[in-house]
């Protein structure tokens, strides 16, 4: 079975610019969460979508970024207007029972905002 | 604010020898309890869990252990393999209606063959 798929794995981009990853969940699963990883911060959730519904994105730093679930088996966050702080691997993980914390994590979308 | 801490950014141990890696967490609301392990260039993987309602759990080599009134956990590996070297999160939920997973810094075992 396939994992959680994320593109693209690697973004090299200039500040300003605008940024879009993409995630596809593990078929059937209902929940899906987008975390962001940093060397000063760890790993930090963003936002987190049950049945395609954002439940929590108290984690979304500012306007700049927005999420989007259109369907089961796509979301995405979007960064507009991309900044060096920005700069980041971005995970998204999606679980079948949200109760039991076990998340299914992608590879990461590894983010350089120059 | 920082829920939950590993303040051992690193381990280094001997193959064969034991691994404890030790998380401790502030938010008295956390109701269960995880640990995953992550390789360079992947995302983390699901190791082990323990409700709080437990103190301990096991799986294999892997042993997770709760004190709920220190508010600490600790994994134990044993015996410790080199193919266990990776970075290892704590992460901790709270129940009610919202399931946000709130995780460690992480710290990185490395075992010595």
């Known amino acids: 079975d396939a994992g959680v798929i994320q593109s693209p794995r690697h973004e090299v981009t200039e500040m300003g610019q605008e940024v879009t990853l993409r995630c596809k969940p593990i078929?059937?699963?209902?929940?899906l969460f987008w975390y962001r990883q940093t060397m000063m911060r760890g790993l930090e959730l963003l936002i987190y979508?049950?049945?395609?519904?954002?439940?929590?994105d108290s984690g979304m730093p500012e306007d700049r970024f927005s999420a989007k679930m259109p369907n089961a088996s796509f979301s995405t966050l979007k960064i507009q207007p991309s900044e060096p702080r920005d700069s980041a691997v971005y995970f998204c993980?999606?679980?079948?029972?949200?109760?039991?914390?076990?998340?299914?994590f992608g590879e990461g979308s590894r983010l350089t905002v120059l | 604010d920082q829920q939950v801490k590993q303040n051992s950014p690193s381990l280094s141990v001997q193959e064969g020898r034991i691994s404890i890696l030790n998380c401790d967490y502030t938010?008295?609301?956390?109701?269960?309890f995880l640990w995953y392990k992550k390789y360079p260039a992947e995302g983390p993987t699901f190791l082990i869990s323990?409700?709080?309602?437990?103190d301990k759990n096991e799986d294999g080599r892997f042993t997770v252990f709760l004190n709920k009134s220190a508010k600490h956990l600790s994994l134990h590996i044993v015996p410790s393999q080199p193919g266990d070297s990776a970075v290892y999160f704590c992460?901790?939920?709270?129940?009610?209606?919202?399931?946000?997973?709130?995780f460690g810094k992480g710290t990185l075992l490395t075992v010595n063959p």
């Open positions: 938010n008295s609301m956390f109701d269960y």
């Open positions: 992460a901790a939920r709270s129940g009610g209606s919202n399931y946000k997973l709130t």
């Open positions: 979508f049950n049945n395609n519904v954002p439940i929590d």
């Open positions: 993980a999606s679980s079948l029972y949200e109760r039991t914390g076990e998340l299914f």
């Open positions: 078929s059937g699963h209902n929940s």
């Open positions: 323990i409700s709080s309602i437990k």
